[in-house]
């Protein structure tokens, strides 16, 4: 079974500033997924980002960027030029190959500075 | 954009009732999840059907849960009788694989959030 660890509860930053959101994983799979989750107060969970743990090269997605370092089983989140849209709930996930569920992290509290 | 029908919303029952909920996934998704969010806390999967199946519900409190798809479409979940410990967001998700990475990428609903007093 995997399990997913956010150590960090609440992170803030300044907006327009760069903020990194750490996740670390544990599976014994070789074939596997990790995705990064947005949960804005109120409203749905909205994908972010995935990583196919296959794919050596970092996932972007505009802003948001993940920093994967597959032997420390590490994959962090960085979010540049921080917007206030971007205050939410974080949830790093992982999902191994043909179980297709997804297993959270507790999950991390963004706040956005003005 | 399709998006997974959930309902209702909120729902504030006392102890020991039943209450249900609703899920309608987005179409020609065969894949079907609910997860229970406690304030706070990451989603935990109580159970996911591939079509009408039950794939996983091994942390289904089945004396008290029970959730159905008889004909793999939409979906009901529900508690009966409601503790207090029951109170949480309720999220539904379905899912489509990749063909490209072979993810299996998951849409989630708005949640229903159950108060139980």
């Known amino acids: 079974a995997q399990t997913v660890t956010q150590s960090q509860p609440e992170m803030s930053v300044q907006e327009a500033e760069t903020v990194t959101l750490s996740c670390t994983y544990d599976t014994s799979e070789s074939d596997y997924y990790l995705f990064w989750y947005k949960q804005p107060p109120s409203r749905q969970m909205i994908l972010v980002i995935r990583?196919?743990?296959?794919?050596?090269q970092n996932a972007t997605e505009n802003r948001f960027s993940v920093n994967f370092q597959k032997a420390a089983k590490s994959f962090s989140l960085k979010i540049s030029d921080s917007q206030l849209g971007d205050a939410a709930m974080y949830f790093c996930?992982?999902?191994?190959?043909?179980?297709?569920?997804?297993?959270f992290g507790q999950g991390t509290r963004l706040t956005i500075n003005p | 954009e399709a998006e997974v029908a959930q309902s209702p919303r909120y729902k504030i029952t006392e102890k020991s009732q039943a209450v249900a909920f609703w899920c309608d996934p987005i179409s020609g998704h065969a894949t079907l999840y609910w997860y229970r969010q406690i304030l706070g806390q990451g989603p935990e999967l109580l159970v996911q059907f591939q079509d009408e199946s039950v794939v996983d519900d091994s942390q289904l409190p089945k004396d008290r849960f029970s959730a159905e798809r008889l004909k793999g479409v939409d979906s009901t979940l529900k508690i009966q009788p409601a503790e207090l410990g029951d109170s949480a967001m309720y999220l539904c998700a379905s899912s489509f694989r990749d063909g490209a990475s072979g993810a299996n990428v998951l849409t989630f609903g708005a949640g229903s959030r159950l108060t139980v007093l």
């Open positions: 990583q196919e743990a296959y794919k050596q």
């Open positions: 996930a992982c999902s191994i190959q043909g179980a297709q569920k997804l297993v």
